[in-house]
């Protein structure tokens, strides 16, 4: 299958899943998003520890809707 060079996220080459981002725009991605989970957790962690383990719950699910809209179409893969 050929590769498009357009994607932000690369499968991995083992299991399911995205990889680290291959362009800039999946790192300003990664970077934008783990800048608002710290910042979350500096806010929420100290007195709402529920709060935060739904919030970071919600980020993941972000990111991975993300990856899934502009990365590789994620399959199980064994290292072909």
């Known amino acids: 299958m050929p590769r498009d060079d357009n994607y932000w996220f690369r499968a991995k ?7 680290p981002p291959v362009r800039w725009q999946g790192w300003v991605v990664t970077v934008v ?14 007195m709402h520890p529920f709060a935060f383990a739904i919030f ?8 991975t809707l993300i990856c899934y809209v502009t990365g590789e179409p994620p399959r ?3 290292g072909e």
């Open 76 to 78: 199980w893969r064994n």
């Open 56 to 63: 970071t719950l919600l980020m993941g699910g972000m990111l």
């Open 13 to 19: 080459r083992y299991g399911w899943g995205w990889g």
């Open 33 to 46: 998003w783990f800048g608002i989970v710290i910042g979350g957790a500096t806010r929420l962690l100290p």
